[in-house]
Each structure stands twice: as C-alpha cells, then as structure tokens.
C-alpha cells in the first residue's frame, strides 16, 4: 500500500514587529520615489526658467545703452535703451538734466552722440536720438497695466558703473556688458513724489540702473527703473525699487516726439477740489469746482461722488493725483461719477494749470557780485534736476540780471510751467549756464 504524503504549503510568518518594519519600508519607498519625482519636476522648472531668463537676457542686451552727460566739469551716468530702429532712446530725466552734451554707448562699446528730443521732468523720462545712420536693436514697450504682484521680472542696468567704469578696478578697461537681476514685482500703482503711479520691484536696482529697462520673462519693457529707497543716504539699494511704468510712458510719448529738446506738461483737473471718501463703498467726495474752470465745463458739480479715473477706482485722494500724473496736459481722461443715486461719465479736459516754479530757497550774501544766494534746493525740484546746488549765486534769469529776490520773483511770475529758461550762476569763482525747465505747482 502506498501512501500520499500532502505536503502543506510553507507560509512565511513574520513577528510584529518585523511586520511594522516591512510596512514602514514600503511607506518609505513610496514617499523617496514621489519625493524623487517631485525634485526632477523642480529641477526641470528650475531649468526650464533658467533658460528663458537666458533668452530674454541675450534678446534685449544688444539695445541696451550706457548714458554719459557732460556736467561741465563731471559728468552724470545712467542707463537707457533703444526704442526704434532709427535709433530713440528712452532713460530717466534725472540722468541727462542739466548735461551739456549726452554720449550714448551701446552694448559692446560702440558710441553715438545724441540729441535730446524730449522731457518729462514731471515724470522722470527723457526721450534721446543716436546720430547714426543704420537700424539699431529695440525693445518693444509691453502693457504695465497687465503686470501683478509676484510677477518675476528683470532689469538690465550698469550698477555702480561696473560696465562702462571698472571702479573697483582702477586701470582695467570697461567692457560695455550691462547687468542683469531679477526678482518679483511687489506692488503696482505706488505713489511716491514725481512717480505717480509707480511700479515697486524687490530686484537689486542701484545707481548706474536710472533709466534700464524693467523687463517681463515675455522679453517686453513695462517700465523704467528709476528710484530706490534708501537707508542712513548711502544711495544703496534695500529691496524697494520704483519703474516709471509703461503705459504712462506710451501716452507722453507722441508729446516728447514733438517737444524739440523741451519738455512736456502733466495734467490736472483745473478748478476741481476733492476730499477723502467717507467710508470704502463710496468714491471720493467732490467738494468744491470753481465756476468758470475746466472742472465746471466739463460737467463736474459739487456734491458728486469720483469712482473710477481713466478706468481706475479712486479710493484716496493720492491715488487720484497718481492717475492724473500718468497723463499729459491736453489729453482728455474719462471720470466716472455717482450723482444722486446716478452713474454718469464725464470727459475731463487736462490742463497744465499753476505757476512756475523753480525749486529753490534763497539766502542772504555777503558778496560784491550782485545776484541771488541759493540757501537750498527742494528734493526733485526742477532746481535739482538741472544741477543747482546750495551755494550757488543766481546771476541772470534768461538774460536779464537778478540781484535781489523780488527779481527774480518777478521773471519767474512772467514764465509759465514747461519754459526752459537759461541761469546763469556763480560756483566757487566758476561761471556756469544751466538750463532749467520749469515745473509748475
């Protein structure tokens, strides 16, 4: 008789605690394989970004300029970049005011002499053309109304003049290559003096950067770097930088083309007097409009209630003079406002209104030259931009001779905001003649 022997299967036991290691394995495994996975999609982001700042960088570097403006004795330098083929250039006011002569040099050393086609003071933008023949690199001005908070973008700039002057280099040539940094957009429509509605970015902008291109990773300009804030007056940047912004820029522009080396006007509403808005559902409150002014014709009343500027909502009164700062005298702006209950939308007419203005404060001399102290210059003043320092004598007011404070009082009450005026002035024993274009207040 044969036997069958049933051979039981043999099952792996495993003791608890072997069991929670294995368990806790597998758990390990999956999480190094999704950590894996989730590191090589960072790293191909990380890359992916990596070269498209590289492509963009490589794109707008070739219209990028190096601004040198003759002082007359020192020289003032920023950054700027072509606009047009035929050669217009765009940078800040700031850097070519009061300059006698402005050297333009492109991206690898190449120089033109330029002319000065227009000004902004008001808004910190001057409008340059290159005396050369041929078509030039440009970049193209994007929309800043589009660009938000968080945004990455880029500035290209000659920091602390590291591209054109090798300073920390005494000897070494300039190599004619601007720097690039990037970071984020960290507000929009920032109101700070002559920038009315600023575009406010956390990247390295220093001086050198005045007037260098704020760029989107879509390779378009939606501003100009301009202003920083700064700490103890070092002049160094802190992480809070300001761009003029595009669109304000693209409505001056057809005024700059035609401006003749002189400057253009900001508008404002004339005879029209608002508050601060009650609570944050109502719009500003219109509490006066002067009859017989641009403000009655066109429609305001007191009473009204001003939502929206130019499409804008108004909620402080700063930001209402920040949407006015972004266009020029003469332009037409549509103002949204609630009359009794009612939505209405009148077409504001801008105009240039006030009176000239200078920007210094004068003082008392003890000298045998007749003319005018200079006690001190008010920040951002056209005084400022056109080089007028604290110490100087006023001695001629476009041709005429100052020697007190009333005379010069009395040119001035003849001018109007926009005139570009000739000074003549008296620094430690040295003649000077600055031109100034008067602002307006």
Same mark, same amino acid.
């Given at each position: 008789?044969k036997?069958m022997i ?6 792996l ?10 368990l806790?394995?597998l758990?390990?495994?999956?999480f190094?394989s999704?950590?894996?996975a #989730?590191t090589f999609?960072?790293v191909?982001?990380?890359?992916a970004?990596?070269?498209?700042v590289?492509?963009v960088v ?6 990028f300029v190096?601004i040198?403006g003759?002082?007359?004795g020192g ?5 700027g970049?072509?606009i ?10 700031h850097v070519?005011a009061?300059?006698r ?24 933008v001057a409008?340059?053309?290159? #005396? ?5 690199p440009?970049l193209?001005?994007?929309d800043?109304?589009? *660009? ?6 880029l500035?290209?700039g000659?920091p ?6 090798n300073v ?9 290559e ?12 920032r109101y700070s003096?002559t920038?009315n509605?600023?575009i406010?970015?956390?990247?390295? *902008?220093?001086r050198?950067?005045?007037g260098?291109?704020l760029?989107t990773?879509?390779g ?6 301009g202003?920083i804030?700064?700490r103890f007056?070092?002049?160094i940047?802190t ?11 693209s ?6 083309e035609?401006?003749e ?7 404002k509403?004339?005879g $029209?007097?608002?508050?601060?808005r009650?609570?944050e559902k109502?719009g500003l ?5 002067r ?7 066109s ?5 009204d ?14 930001r209402y003079?920040?949407? $006015?700062?972004?266009?020029p ?7 949204e406002v609630l009359? #009794? ?7 504001a007419?801008?105009?240039a ?7 210094l ?5 003890e000298s045998?030259?007749a003319g *005018?102290g200079?006690?001190s ?12 320092k604290?110490?100087?004598i ?5 041709g ?6 009333t ?8 001018r109007r905001?926009?005139?570009?005026? *000739? ?10 003649e600055?031109?100034?274009t008067?602002g307006?207040?």
């Open positions: 008789m036997y049933r051979r039981e299967p043999q099952r036991q495993l003791s608890v605690p072997a069991l929670r290691v294995f806790a394995l758990v390990s495994l999956s190094v999704r950590a894996s #989730e999609e960072q191909s982001a990380l890359r970004l990596e070269k498209r590289k492509s490589a794109g707008c570097k070739p219209a190096f040198k003759d002082q007359g020289y003032s330098s920023g950054s970049f072509c047009s083929p035929d050669g217009y250039v765009l940078t800040n006011d070519i009061g300059a002569s402005v050297v333009a040099y492109m991206t690898g050393g190449r120089y033109f002499k330029t002319v000065v086609v227009g000004r902004d003071p008001g808004g910190d409008l340059l053309k290159l #005396e050369g023949k041929g078509k030039f440009f193209r001005l994007g800043s109304q589009a *660009v938000r908070p968080g945004q990455r973008v500035a290209l000659d602390f003049l590291t591209g054109s002057e920390f280099v005494p000897g070494a040539p300039a190599n004619f601007p720097a690039v940094s990037m970071g984020i957009v960290s507000a929009v429509h003096e920038y509605d600023a406010q970015v956390d990247l390295a *902008v220093n050198g950067n005045s260098g291109p760029i990773l879509d378009k300009v939606v501003g100009i770097n202003k804030e700064t007056a070092l002049g940047n992480g809070v930088g300001y761009a003029v912004p595009s669109n304000q820029i409505r001056f522009m057809k005024h700059l035609v401006a080396g002189g400057a253009v006007l900001h508008g509403i004339e $029209l007097e608002v508050g601060e009650a609570d109502s409150p219109v509490v006066g409009v009859q017989g002014s641009p403000a009655a014709a429609g305001f009343k007191a009473g209630l001003l939502e929206r500027l130019g499409g804008l909502p108004v909620r402080t009164r700063s003079k920040g949407i $006015l700062g972004t266009y005298a003469g332009d037409t702006v549509a103002a009359r #009794e209950g009612e939505k209405l939308t009148l077409k007419v801008l105009v209104g006030g009176k000239a203005h200078l920007g404060l004068p003082r008392a001399i045998d030259v *005018v200079v006690g210059v008010v920040r951002s003043s056209p005084a400022q931009r056109a080089g007028i604290a110490g100087d006023v001695t001629m007011f476009d005429q001779p100052i020697s007190s404070t005379e010069l009082k009395r040119v001035m009450n003849q905001p926009g005139d570009t005026v *000739v000074l003549k002035l008296l620094r430690a024993g040295e003649n000077l600055l031109k100034v008067l307006g207040k």
